[in-house]
C-alpha cells in the first residue's frame, strides 16, 4: 500500500510539476525576435502550437520572417481567411478553439529552390516548389503577426494562443514531426535551434531554451510596464507531455531511493529467513 501511494506520488509530481503556459494574442499584439544566424537556417522545419479564437477576417500570422521591403517574407505559418492555399493553414483546415499544431519544412532540391511542405498536427496537408527562396534579412523573426509595413510594430495579427514553438535546422519527417510534437524538449536536442516554451508567466522575456538561442520580446519594447502591443501570459499551454523540472527530479530520485531501501528491507528480510531456516 505504502509503494503505490508513493508511486502514485511520484507520478502526480511528473504530471504536475512543469507550469504549463502560453501567449494570448487578441488581434493587435506580437512577439518578435531579433535576427540572428541561428534565425536564418537554409533547410528548417519550424512548428507551434495555436488555438485560434475566431475566424480570421484577413491573415492571420502564427510565425514570420519578413524580408525586403514589399510583403515577401523568407519564413512564414498563417491562419487564412480561405481555403487554404500556399502553404497557409485554411478556414476549412482548423477547429476554433481546439489546439492545433502546425509544422513547416524547407529543403533544398536545387540552386535557389526550396521544397516546402506544411503540416497540421502531424500530417502533411501542403506542398509547393518555393522557387527562389525569399533571402534573409535582418527582420526579427515575428509571432503573432507580419510586419509588412516594416515598422516594427507588425500587421495581420493572429486572435488566439501559441505556445511551444521551435525552429530546428533540417527538415523533418512527418515520423520525426510526430514523435516530439506532443512532448517538451530539453533544448538540447540534435538539429535544435531556437525553441520557447512560453511558460515564463510573466514579464517582457520568452526565454530561448536553447542555449545558444535567442530571447524574444513581448511587443514594441521591454519596458517594465509593458507596452499597448504585449501578447498576455496565460497558465492554460498546448497539451503536451511538460519535462520534469530539476526540483522534481531531485523529489524523484528521493522517492526512486525510498523505493530501492525498500526492497532492501525486503531482501534483508527473506535472508533473514533463509538463515532462520
Ligand atoms: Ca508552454
Ligand atoms: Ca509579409
Ligand atoms: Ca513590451
Excluded at 93 to 121: K, M
Excluded at 129 to 150: I, K, M, Q, R
Amino acid at each position: 500500500m505504502r509503494r503505490r501511494l508513493l508511486t502514485g506520488l511520484i507520478a502526480a509530481l511528473i504530471s504536475t510539476s512543469a507550469h504549463a503556459g502560453a501567449l494570448r494574442f487578441d488581434g493587435g499584439e506580437f512577439a518578435k525576435i531579433p535576427d540572428t544566424v541561428a534565425l536564418r537556417p537554409s533547410e528548417f522545419t519550424i512548428e507551434l502550437w495555436f488555438k485560434a479564437y475566431s475566424t480570421p477576417g484577413s491573415w492571420n500570422h502564427l510565425m514570420t520572417k519578413p524580408t525586403g521591403t514589399g510583403v515577401s517574407d523568407s519564413f512564414w505559418m498563417a491562419f487564412s481567411p480561405n481555403t487554404r492555399m500556399a502553404l497557409e493553414v485554411g478556414v476549412d483546415d482548423v477547429e476554433l478553439n481546439r489546439w492545433h499544431h502546425v509544422a513547416l519544412t524547407a529543403t533544398t532540391t536545387g540552386p535557389g529552390v526550396s521544397y516546402r511542405e506544411l503540416f497540421l498536427d502531424g500530417i502533411q496537408i501542403d506542398f509547393w516548389e518555393y522557387n527562389p527562396p525569399w533571402p534573409y534579412d535582418d527582420s526579427p523573426v515575428f509571432l503573432g503577426a507580419d510586419d509588412n509595413n516594416h515598422d516594427g510594430i507588425g500587421g495581420l495579427r493572429f486572435v488566439g494562443l501559441i505556445d511551444e514553438v521551435r525552429i530546428w535546422g533540417q527538415p523533418r519527417t512527418a515520423a520525426e514531426i510526430q514523435a516530439t510534437k506532443d512532448s517538451e524538449l530539453y533544448g538540447t536536442e540534435a538539429g535544435l535551434l531556437a525553441y520557447w516554451r512560453l511558460n515564463e508567466g510573466q514579464g517582457q522575456i520568452m526565454h530561448d531554451a536553447v542555449a545558444t538561442g535567442s530571447d524574444g520580446l513581448l511587443g514594441y519594447d521591454d519596458l517594465p510596464a509593458g507596452d499597448q502591443w504585449d501578447p498576455a501570459w496565460v497558465t492554460e499551454g498546448a497539451p503536451i507531455t511538460p519535462i520534469p523540472e530539476p526540483a522534481t527530479m531531485g523529489l524523484l530520485a528521493l522517492g526512486g531511493l525510498a523505493l530501492l531501501k525498500r526492497k532492501q528491507r525486503q531482501w534483508h528480510g527473506v535472508s533473514l529467513i533463509i538463515r532462520k531456516c
